[in-house]
Nanobody, 115 residues
Framework: QVQLRESGGGLVQAGGSLRLSCAAS????????MGWYRQAPGKQRELVAL???????TDADSKKGRFTISRDNAKNTVYLQMNSLNPEDTAVYYC?????????WGQGTQVTVSS
């Protein structure tokens, strides 16, 4: 069982930046594929970015160049640096972990971008 706890959300003006953090429990964090998804009101949950064990990342095209995912295996933490935010980025952001067929989700953190 893995527990994920997000932090770092909040209200920011358009053009601003935020860094989300997700702390994970457990001793085998480095083996997990980690990621971030988001869900805006009335929309389906969508992928933001994934990061493999020390390997390459996958970013949805619309967020390339603005969002950067990273991980610190020593701290059991994954980050999402978000720059040049716009109101369309307003959503609940969820931390995600996967190991084989096992998937885990955090409770989510609200990000609101004002125009």
């Amino acid at each position: 069982q893995v527990q994920l706890r997000e932090s770092g959300g909040g209200l920011v003006q358009a053009g601003g930046s935020l860094r989300l953090s997700c702390a994970a429990s457990g001793s085998i964090f480095s083996r997990y594929i980690m990621g971030w998804y988001r869900q805006a009101p009335g929309k389906q949950r969508e992928l933001v970015a994934l990061i493999f064990n020390g390997g390459p990342t996958t970013d949805a095209d619309s967020k390339k160049g603005r969002f950067t995912i990273s991980r610190d295996n020593a701290k059991n933490t994954v980050y999402l640096q978000m720059n040049s935010l716009n109101p369309e980025d307003t959503a609940v952001y969820y931390c995600y972990a996967r190991l084989g067929s096992l998937e885990y989700w955090g409770q989510g953190t609200q990000v609101t971008v004002s125009s």
